[in-house]
């Protein structure tokens, strides 16, 4: 008998909610339609920001402390990638469509 599947953390997720917590977004991918807003909520102890990966993306947070909570509302299809500054190796996507 095969041990029960946890599922894959790479799987693109459905909603508009990303927790930070253990210094990781979650869903690292996140699938929305145009016009949704996104937030991201830090259950970290330590700071951490929601940045656009690319010069001139959308996402700009300012370092939000424990239960901070940042929001945008994502109104063009692509795909967002975003990190947190402070800590670079925390990188996720959000996934627009029509």
């Not at 937030?39 to 700071?47: K, M, R, V, Y």
């Not at 996402?59 to 945008?72: D, F, K, R, V």
């Not at 996507?93 to 029509?98: G, I, K, L, N």
Request: contains cysteine; positive net charge.
């Amino acid at each position: 008998m095969s041990p029960p599947s946890t599922g894959s953390s790479a799987a693109p997720v459905t909603g508009n909610v990303v927790a930070i917590k253990n210094f990781a977004f979650s869903p690292a991918t996140l699938k929305v339609k145009a016009g949704t807003t996104v937030t991201w909520t830090n259950q970290d102890t330590d700071a951490h920001t929601v940045t656009s990966a690319k010069a001139g993306g959308p996402l700009h947070s300012a370092a939000l402390a424990t239960h901070a909570a940042y929001s945008y509302r994502f109104t063009k299809p692509g795909a967002y990638a975003y990190l947190c500054t402070i800590h670079p190796f925390m990188t996720a996507t959000v996934e627009v469509t029509r």
